[in-house]
């Protein structure tokens, strides 16, 4: 079993399955939502990610049409994002996690999109979009 929290720590979660795989993204939504280069998200089974407490602090913003990102209200920390078009995945936020986890991510997604002061320094496979 994987936990996390909020920043505040209004919302906390547990996830009872495994994370899939992990991005790291560099479009300008993910950098915008998460105030950084880019946003590092793996896959959970939406049926494996459970509340803890905290739901009443969870809100939501539909960034582009079918995808709503998820954050704490009271804080602003991002938390997952969702597509009705594939209700049994999240794209959970993994810097949200307290439990220590050994990942590795699987690539760099939409560096065609990434910022012009954003220098990516590893050899994990790099996409101009979504693989």
């Known amino acids: ?45 939406t049926n494996e990610f459970h509340f803890v407490k905290g739901t009443e602090f969870v809100a939501e913003f539909e960034s582009t049409p079918g995808v709503f990102r998820s954050f704490c209200k009271q804080c602003g920390s991002p938390l997952y994002s ?14 949200t996690l307290d439990t220590p986890v050994d990942v590795k991510p699987l690539a760099h997604i939409f560096v065609g999109s990434k910022a012009s002061w954003d220098e990516i320094h590893d050899d994990i496979p790099q996409y101009e979009e979504r693989p």
């Open 82 to 95: 969702r597509r009705p078009s594939q209700p049994d995945l999240l794209r959970l936020r993994i810097g």
């Open 1 to 45: 079993m994987l936990k996390g929290s909020c920043l505040c720590n209004a919302i906390q979660y547990e996830i009872h399955g495994e994370l899939g795989p992990t991005m790291m993204c560099h479009c300008s939504k993910c950098r915008k939502a998460n105030g950084s280069a880019y946003a590092v998200n793996a896959v959970v089974k």
